[in-house]
């Protein structure tokens, strides 16, 4: 069956960096376009950043935009979200998600994404 298995998440300073990772296995991973998505207390699951299914083309939140990074390695089956200058704002459960579309189309709505990770907790303190 898929998994996706995140990892990374942790305790934070206002300004530090984390750098997230979500580890996919039972799909063929070059196949899905990957998402970060987070969800934060009393609020509804957002997006945050997505990325093409080769890599060559990446998607941010205006509120992420420059300060955070999202990248895959096709032959490790992982995608990645590097996260700097972060801000107490950005305290959530973030989660990784895959979406098929044959077309490979890029979306950032929750609802497109097939399959999701359990969350890992990003906490930052100010």
């Known amino acids: 069956q898929v998994q996706l298995v995140e990892s990374g998440g942790g305790l934070v300073q206002a300004g530090g960096s984390l750098r997230l990772s979500c580890a996919a296995s039972g799909l063929t991973f070059s196949y899905y376009v990957m998402g970060w998505f987070r969800q934060a207390p009393g609020k509804e699951r957002e997006f945050v950043a997505a990325i093409s299914r080769s890599g060559g083309n990446t998607y941010y939140a205006d509120s992420v935009k420059g300060r955070f990074t999202i990248s895959r390695d096709n032959a490790k089956n992982t995608v990645y979200l590097q996260m700097n200058s972060l801000k107490p704002e950005d305290t959530a459960v973030y989660y990784c998600?895959?979406?098929?579309?044959?077309?490979?189309?890029?979306?950032?709505?929750?609802?497109?994404?097939?399959?999701w990770g359990q969350g890992t907790q990003v906490t930052v303190s100010s």
């Open positions: 998600a895959a979406d098929f579309r044959f077309d490979g189309k890029v979306v950032t709505t929750t609802s497109e994404y097939d399959y």
